[in-house]
């Protein structure tokens, strides 16, 4: 591999360490390798210790003896190959194009591996789980924040809600809750403060003054500072009244999450899980298609892995062919949007067992607050 591992998750995965640029890793034989500026080379002896570190410089110095005008990534890749007796190699499917036709044009033969570059990392250790845990206790740190600020607010005569003398928007709500994760290790990114309509568009991060009496959309889903791992949480909360439209939409999602929680154990395909939600929700009568020109019901998965991306394998959606294994961590999520009523989901992180699945998340379900 040739990447950053602030960005690339299984760079972080092989190396162990964040470094902000490229680097090379090398897996040889059983043994691992990486190559190092000067800059990153003492901290990675100190963090990387299960790798050999071997110094880029050196390599450059190398090439440029033999009047090698360039010492970029590829020249450095076939000074280290030629020393190792390696021709060809094995490459993740997102490796550069650009430095796999330079490394072709130098004689070493790349492919892509077919499937995860580490299928390992789909079944997390107990060392992964903890850090998931600890990940998302940094996102329940933000719920908290975000639920007591709503607590706080002061609902005005006009239906809107008023924080320390001014209007609660989803910007000054947000800002509430990336605090909280900051301050609890985590890095929260685009977080979702969404009410009303816009809770309608599951990704849509919120804008404006907030009301009360409605449905809003809380999803906080932050990166550990130290770890890199994600933590994930939705929580649906009405400051007020619910009206009984949306008290039944809440209830049949909460019905729906159970359902889902009660089909959890290794060996189920993550498809059947899916499909039972989703037919739970045509029965209860919320009919998922497009009306008017735009998707309304349930149309997103039910869920999906969780680990050093906040999005990996395996998927529980209508589409997914994957089967539930012991140790996958994936996110329950089931949501239902009508534009009329607002939106509802809920989220937890469920790790599967040969039994069933033990919910890592502990904060609570509340409608109204």
């Not at 993740?92 to 570059?117: D, H, M, T, W, Y």
Request: positive net charge.
């Amino acid at each position: 591999m040739i990447a950053d591992s602030e960005h690339d998750a299984n760079m972080l995965y092989a190396a162990g360490m964040f470094v902000p640029d490229p680097f090379i890793y090398l897996c040889l034989r059983g043994k691992n390798y990486v190559v190092m500026s000067d800059l990153e080379i003492d901290r990675a002896r100190r963090q990387a210790s299960h790798c050999q570190v071997l110094a880029s410089a050196a390599y450059q110095k190398r090439l440029r003896n033999r009047d090698r005008r360039k010492t970029g990534f590829a020249e450095v890749v076939q000074c280290l190959f030629h020393e190792k007796g390696v021709g060809s190699a094995l490459v993740p499917g997102n490796f550069p194009l650009g430095l796999a036709r330079e490394l072709r044009r130098l004689g070493i033969r790349v492919r892509p591996k077919s499937g995860p570059f580490f299928p390992e990392r789909e079944q997390k250790s107990p060392l992964e789980v903890k850090r998931i845990s600890a990940a998302l206790r940094m996102a329940e740190a933000g719920m908290a924040a975000g639920i007591q600020a709503l607590k706080a607010a002061r609902i005005t005569k006009d239906r809107r809600l008023s924080y320390h003398g001014a209007p609660l928007t989803s910007e000054k709500l947000r800002a509430i809750i990336d605090t909280a994760v900051l301050q609890a290790g985590g890095l929260p990114s685009h977080t979702i403060v969404a009410g009303g309509r816009q809770a309608c568009d599951p990704h849509e991060p919120g804008y404006g003054p907030l009301r009360p009496h409605e449905p809003l959309i809380l999803d906080i889903f932050p990166r550990s500072q130290e770890t890199g791992y994600f933590g994930d949480i939705t929580r649906t909360v009405v400051r007020g009244h619910a009206g009984a439209a949306a008290r039944k939409l809440y209830d049949t999602v909460l019905q729906g999450q159970t359902l889902a929680f009660k089909k959890i154990r290794a060996g189920i395909p993550t498809r059947e899980i899916h499909k039972a939600v989703q037919e739970f929700f045509d029965r209860q009568g919320y009919a998922t298609g497009k009306r008017r020109g735009r998707m309304e019901g349930f149309f997103h998965g039910t869920g999906h892995g969780l680990g050093l991306d906040i999005h990996e394998t395996p998927r529980i959606g209508a589409g997914s062919t994957e089967v539930l294994k012991p140790r996958h961590v994936v996110t329950v999520e089931p949501g239902l949007y009508y534009p009329e009523i607002g939106g509802v989901r809920l989220e937890d992180v469920a790790l599967v067992t040969e039994t069933g699945f033990r919910n890592l998340t502990r904060f609570p379900k509340v409608l109204e607050i």
